[in-house]
Each structure stands twice: as structure tokens, then as C-alpha cells.
């Protein structure tokens, strides 16, 4: 092993070009500052790597470990990150074909790693979650490194784990060592900070910061492959018992994690695992402004892994309300029926969206109602929720495919006179969520949602945790 860090530890690891044209198109505006330059690099495992060695070279050590890029980059300077993105080879240059998807493959589950492992140290309520995020995005940089140095090792491992072989017996089989010890002794070499070393070892799993930044990485691991793998449902297990929750809450929690996860990396040319789970492209996803135009706001988008939809203190208190079908007629216990109790009351008792309904297409397709209610003081009127579909209206244009939609104060005017005034007496106008359902490829109904009629009673995560439920019901159906 010794030999391989000698070779390894004296090259660089390859940036993506998507994040060295964004670094120079960056660097080339006026409002090029830190923070701007660490959100475009810190999922690119190339360029962070990168810096933390540069910082080594630096003839004054900072006192502290430097965890996070936010704060290296000020310690290089400017310049430094300006010789790193005109210098350093583009990934798409330096490898090609099955090398190439490889390294890319390592990249998206190091960036998924990254997210997640944040998301679970703010969870916890962890000092510096970006610390958590640095240590996960390098944590197998021994793979990432030999896949750029030396490729066909790597195909020779895979052939043995396409075989059967778990991934360290294969690379110890192969190498002569595992990829454990080999991301340890590179880690070591290039005197890496903070959780980094900490978290390369297994010895350190009964750590509860190593072991977040570990767990982290086995889940994006596991995901790449899909979401029904054994590896994914051990690690959804282990994820279950290290954070104190149900099993069930933790698989919907870390797909709503995987799709926070997708709309961060969209710009770089990494697989996304979230597209398993829902068809993005058969959804609006962005469709709708967010409550404020205040880009610092914004950013309250968070994977639901690191805040379950809202706040426990921003959580209405639970409502002592019997869940019942809106129509008298008992319903017939089939998988539907169950899926839509089960996905309504989630809506409610996880997420915190006090009034849920379910509207059903009649089978003539002539009207939209109100087929299953819960709520509080909300409860009769969306059993009132009618919508004739032979008059145009907001609610036939979200019938024509999966979509959903975030009626608040800023999109109002718009969407206004699109809702029938007969429906406006059932729903809540100032701020409701919809998402249309189809199973099968054809249109059932829709879920709508509110938090009562208060200014600003729906936030983005209220948003996120809807749609996330809505595309589970409609996958679990499917």
C-alpha cells in the first residue's frame, strides 16, 4: 500500500468543468465574494481537495483545523482559487469512457454523502454541520483517486463485486488492501483536518460525529443502486436507530433528503438518485415564487432529514380530531383507501398541515370532489369542495399531468381568477398547496393541503414535505 500512496498522493484529483467555468465566470463579476465561491465548490470533490492541500503549503498555519471551505478559501486568497480553476485538468479532459462514469459515480455519491451528513449533524444539533458535509464529500477519496489514477483496478474490483464479492473483500483481493486503509494512509499523507481522518475508520463508529459522516456515506452508497436494495434497507435501519425514529419516517425523510439533494447538483453532470424516486420531469416543481423574494430566505430549503418539515416549537398541537371519509358511505378497504389514510394522516401528524383532502375525479371526469377530509374548524368546508371540470379553471390545468402548485400571497393575482368562485368558499385563498395524482398514467384526483387562513402559514418546507408524500402515494400506487 505504501507503493500506492507514493503514487497517488503526488497527483491531483480531477475538478468537474461544469465547477471550473462556474469558479472563472465567478471570479470574472463584481460580486464575486467567499461564500458565492464556496456554494460552487463544496460538491465538487476535485477542487475542495484541492484547497485543503494548498492550505498546507501555506508558510503560516492557522491555529484552528480549517473543517469547511467557506473558511479556506479566505486564507488562500482570490488568487489562489483563480490559479487552481485556470491550472487544474477538467475531469471531462483528463478521462474518458468507463473511467470517466467511475469517477462521476464517486463524485455524485460524495456530493449526496455531503448533503446528507449535514443534514443528520444539524439534526442532531451538531457545532458546524458544514464540517460534517467536508468530511463526508472526501471520505472515500482513495476510490476517487484510483479511479482517476488507475481505472483498471477498479474494473477489476467491480467484475469481482459484480460476482458477488462485498466491495472491501474485492479491493483487498485486487489491491492487497482495503479501500479503508487506503482512505485512511492518503488522508494521513496530505495531514487532511478535522472529521476527515476521524470518520475513515470504522474502529471510530461508535463516535457519534464519525459515525453521522459514516452513516451518511453508506446511505449514498446504497441509493445509487435504487431504493429497494438490502444494503439500503440495513442502512435505513441503522439510520432509524441512531436518530430515535421509526424506520418508516426515516425512508421518507431521507427521500425527501435525496430530492433536496437533486436540486442542488442540478447544474453539475452527476447521476441523481432522486429521479428514481419521483419523475422530475413530469412535475412544476418550480412553478411557484417563494413566499419572499429575499434570496438569504430562500435558502431555508433544507433536506426534511435535517428539520421534519417545520420546527417543533412552528408545529401546531395535535388535533384530538378523528380521521373520517368525508362522504358518509363506507369506503372499501383496498390498497387506495389505505394509501390515502395513511399518506393524509402524514400530511397532518408529521408535517404539520392541519387540513388535508383528497378530491376525486368522478367517473364520468365531469366533476372534481371532495372524497376524503381531515382537519379542524376546516373540516366542512372542503367536504363542500366541488369543481365542475367542463368550465376551464386552475383546477382542469393540473389534471393534465403530476403537477403541483403553491397558491400563496405572491402568485394570487395570477391564479385568482382561475379558481372557481364556488370553489374559493372551500378553499383556504391565503395560501393553499395542490398536487394532482395519477396512477397508471391516468388522472385520479388531487391532494390539497393548508394550514389555515393566516398570512404566511405555509412555508417552503410545508411545500417540499407535500409533494414528497404526494409522489410516494402516487409510486406506492403505481
Given at each position: 500500500m505504501s507503493e500506492w500512496v507514493s503514487r497517488l498522493s503526488g497527483r491531483s484529483l480531477p475538478p468537474l468543468r461544469?465547477?471550473?467555468?462556474?469558479?472563472?465566470?465567478?471570479?470574472?463579476?463584481?460580486?464575486?465574494?467567499?461564500?458565492?465561491?464556496?456554494?460552487?465548490?463544496?460538491?465538487?470533490?476535485?477542487?475542495?481537495?484541492?484547497i485543503l492541500r494548498q492550505?498546507?503549503?501555506?508558510?503560516n498555519q492557522p491555529?484552528?483545523?480549517?473543517?469547511?471551505?467557506?473558511?479556506?478559501?479566505?486564507?488562500?486568497?482570490?488568487?489562489a482559487i483563480e490559479q487552481a480553476a485556470h491550472s487544474l485538468p477538467a475531469l471531462e479532459d483528463q478521462l474518458k469512457g468507463p473511467p470517466r462514469r467511475?469517477?462521476?459515480?464517486?463524485?455524485?455519491?460524495?456530493?449526496?454523502?455531503?448533503?446528507?451528513?449535514?443534514?443528520?449533524?444539524?439534526?442532531?444539533?451538531?457545532?458546524?454541520?458544514?464540517?460534517?458535509?467536508?468530511?463526508?464529500l472526501l471520505h472515500d477519496i482513495g476510490?476517487?483517486?484510483?479511479?482517476s489514477q488507475?481505472?483498471?483496478?477498479?474494473?477489476?474490483?467491480?467484475?469481482?463485486?459484480?460476482?458477488?464479492?462485498?466491495?472491501?473483500?474485492?479491493?483487498?483481493?485486487?489491491?492487497?488492501?482495503t479501500f479503508e486503509k487506503l482512505n485512511q494512509a492518503l488522508g494521513n499523507r496530505w495531514q487532511l483536518p478535522g472529521l476527515i481522518p476521524d470518520a475513515q475508520g470504522l474502529f471510530n463508529s461508535f463516535q457519534s460525529r464519525p459515525l453521522t459522516v459514516i452513516l451518511a456515506c453508506a446511505v449514498a452508497r446504497a441509493s445509487a443502486k435504487d431504493w429497494k436494495n438490502q444494503e439500503i434497507l440495513d442502512n435505513l435501519e441503522l439510520l432509524a436507530d441512531f436518530l430515535g425514529l421509526p424506520i418508516d419516517r426515516v425512508e421518507a425523510e431521507l427521500h425527501q433528503s435525496a430530492a433536496h439533494a437533486a436540486r442542488q447538483l442540478q447544474l453539475l453532470p452527476l447521476p441523481l438518485p432522486a429521479f428514481q424516486l419521483i419523475q422530475t420531469s413530469n412535475l412544476v416543481i418550480d412553478a411557484y415564487p417563494l413566499p419572499s423574494g429575499n434570496k438569504a430566505e430562500a435558502k431555508v430549503e433544507t433536506p426534511i432529514i435535517q428539520q421534519q418539515g417545520v420546527q417543533a416549537s412552528d408545529r401546531p398541537p395535535a388535533m384530538q380530531v378523528p380521521f373520517k371519509p368525508a362522504l358518509k358511505s363506507a369506503a372499501p378497504k383496498h390498497p387506495?383507501?389505505?394509501?390515502?389514510i395513511r399518506t393524509i394522516q402524514e400530511m397532518r401528524d408529521l408535517y404539520g398541515l392541519q387540513n388535508v383532502m383528497f378530491a376525486m375525479l368522478s367517473t364520468?371526469?365531469?366533476?372534481?370532489?371532495?372524497?376524503?377530509?381531515?382537519?379542524?374548524s376546516a373540516q366542512e368546508r372542503l367536504q363542500g369542495f366541488t369543481v365542475d371540470l367542463e368550465r376551464p379553471s386552475l383546477f382542469i390545468a393540473l389534471l393534465k399531468k403530476p403537477q403541483a402548485l403553491w397558491v400563496n400571497s405572491k402568485n394570487l393575482q395570477k391564479y385568482r381568477p382561475m379558481i372557481p368562485e364556488s370553489s374559493r368558499q372551500s378553499v383556504c385563498m391565503q395560501g393553499f398547496l395542490l398536487m394532482s395524482i395519477f396512477i397508471r398514467n391516468r388522472s385520479i384526483g388531487l391532494f390539497y393541503a393548508d394550514n389555515g387562513c393566516h398570512r404566511n402559514a405555509l412555508t417552503i418546507d410545508h411545500y417540499n414535505n407535500f409533494k414528497v408524500l404526494c409522489q410516494r402515494f402516487m409510486q406506492t400506487m403505481n
Open positions: 461544469r465547477t471550473l467555468t462556474r469558479v472563472k465566470d465567478l471570479l470574472n463579476n463584481s460580486s464575486a465574494n467567499h461564500t458565492a465561491l464556496s456554494e460552487i465548490i463544496a460538491f465538487d470533490p476535485g477542487f475542495c481537495l484541492h492550505l498546507r503549503t501555506l508558510p491555529k484552528e483545523p480549517i473543517t469547511k471551505i467557506s473558511n479556506a478559501i479566505p486564507l488562500l486568497g482570490m488568487s467511475g469517477l462521476i459515480d464517486c463524485y455524485s455519491r460524495a456530493a449526496h454523502a455531503s448533503i446528507y451528513a449535514a443534514g443528520l449533524a444539524e439534526r442532531r444539533r451538531e457545532p458546524d454541520p458544514q464540517a460534517f458535509a467536508t468530511a463526508a476510490e476517487m483517486m484510483l479511479w488507475a481505472a483498471e483496478k477498479m474494473r477489476e474490483v467491480g467484475q469481482l463485486m459484480a460476482r458477488g464479492d462485498g466491495r472491501e473483500a474485492a479491493a483487498l483481493e485486487i489491491l492487497g488492501f387506495l383507501h389505505e394509501n390515502l364520468d371526469k365531469k366533476q372534481l370532489k371532495a372524497r376524503y377530509t381531515v382537519g379542524n
